[in-house]
């Protein structure tokens, strides 16, 4: 069964870092595209950084670049997000998710997700 498990979520002051971790299991790890996303309180899903499944390109938001950073670890089945200089803003609940290489996906739509684990920037 494939999983996606999140972990490495706290609350964090703002200017604060955080590194959250994403172990996946029951699917072919380096097939995949991984994907970060988070989900305000009340507000709908936001993509916020991908990387390929070799690791060698990766993708941010604008309100997150320079700021975070996403790796893997294929010989672990690991996705990281380093998040530095975080803001009140990056508040949210944040989701790993994954799609296959080369295949079609509408918008939002992925394999898998994770449970989710909360990030909170707050003084």
């Known amino acids: 069964q494939v999983q996606l498990v999140e972990s490495g979520g706290g609350m964090v002051q703002p200017g604060g870092s955080l590194r959250l971790s994403c172990a996946a299991s029951?699917?072919?790890?380096?097939?995949?595209?991984m994907t970060w996303v988070r989900q305000a309180p009340g507000k709908g899903p936001e993509w916020v950084s991908t990387?390929?499944?070799?690791?060698?390109?990766?993708y941010y938001a604008d309100s997150v670049k320079g700021r975070f950073t996403i790796s893997r670890d294929n010989a672990e089945n690991m996705v990281y997000l380093q998040m530095n200089s975080l803001k009140p803003e990056d508040t949210a609940l944040y989701y790993c998710a994954s799609r296959l290489s080369g295949r079609y996906y509408r918008m939002e739509e992925y394999d898998a997700w994770g449970q989710g684990t909360q990030v909170t920037v707050s003084s």
């Open positions: 990387i390929n499944t070799g690791g060698t390109s990766t």
């Open positions: 029951g699917f072919t790890f380096t097939s995949y595209t």
